[in-house]
């Protein structure tokens, strides 16, 4: 990967941050968001690191400090507050609907071109990012371009996000550890793909299936033949909703967007609150199950 000064240079001009951040605000249950994190963590050892999700409010104590949020961006009305209570702002991130969002929002620098994590060493340290940071890139963006890459990420999200456990990985270990793993792994996306039902949703009839556990994964295998694709799960009283659609598919990331979540082109999400007694959400626009009836004998 070749680190580009000019790039760099043009994100010092979009805000001049001064000092080191006092909090880091980062995409939590991501190995891209934690990839952020650990990044500037390596660089800001005494800063407090606080995981945020779509759909929860910002950490309450952000008046006069120093916030990076990386990975992740709130809506404008959230961002435009939060810049006027902090001692200093700044978004690094690379979603394009976020990038729609805050167009022209002083405090917040996008490049769909690199990850999160990629972003942030960049910014952080002003160097190329190392071999971590480059795989984790490789998947987030969905390239797959770097030798062993399914191997070392399918490794990767075996362990815990853990600054320290992070800082000890070696490339030739993850890689060793995640041949095992890649077989289970890719076993397993097939027995759950092969759970999905049809559901109708934005007018046209596509998969969906339950999971918490390899998203993205499920979607590759299941969208192909559909305009997308959806993976769902329940979690802290709410519903998360992921899409997924091939390189010619649907833009997800404004079908998400449309609901308050976002993300990319063809990777996307949102999330709506169950119902107080944890029973599915009543919101007509939201997945309809389509009964498949086997013909009459």
């Not at 041949?179 to 109708?200: F, N, S, W």
Request: charged share 20%.
């Amino acid at each position: 990967m070749v680190f580009s000064p000019t790039m760099m240079n043009v994100l010092s001009s979009v805000h001049p941050f001064q000092g080191s951040p006092d909090i880091v605000l980062y995409h939590a249950d991501c190995s891209d968001g934690f990839g952020a994190a650990w990044a500037l963590w390596k660089k800001f050892p005494n800063a407090r690191f606080v995981p945020v999700k779509h759909g929860q409010p910002p950490p309450p104590d952000l008046k006069d400090q120093r916030v990076v949020i990386v990975d992740f961006s709130y809506s404008r009305p959230t961002l435009e507050a939060m810049a006027s209570e902090a001692k200093d702002l700044l978004i690094l991130d690379h979603h394009i609907t976020a990038e729609r969002t805050l167009k022209d929002f002083p405090f917040a620098y996008f490049d769909q071109t690199k990850s999160g994590a990629v972003l942030s060493w960049e910014w952080a340290h002003r160097t190329a990012a190392p071999w971590l940071l480059q795989y984790i890139q490789d998947k987030d963006l969905w390239t797959w371009g770097l030798p062993g890459s399914r191997e070392i990420n399918a490794a990767l999200a075996s362990y815990p996000f853990d600054f320290v456990v992070w800082d000890r990985f070696t490339q030739s270990a993850l890689e060793q550890e995640g041949r095992a793993i890649l077989r289970y792994e890719q076993e397993l996306v097939g027995k759950l793909a092969a759970q999905a039902t049809m559901v109708e949703f934005q007018g046209v009839v596509v998969p969906s299936v339950q999971s918490a556990i390899l998203t993205s994964q499920i979607g590759e295998r299941l969208s192909p033949d559909h305009p997308f694709c959806m993976i769902w799960h329940d979690r802290d009283g709410r519903r998360y909703f992921s899409m997924r659609s091939r390189d010619d598919g649907t833009d997800v990331g404004t079908i998400a967007a449309s609901f308050g979540g976002g993300g990319h082109t063809h990777a996307a999400g949102f999330s709506v609150p169950l119902q107080d007694d944890g029973t599915p959400p009543t919101d007509p626009r939201l997945p309809r199950a389509i009964i498949l009836r086997r013909p009459t004998p």
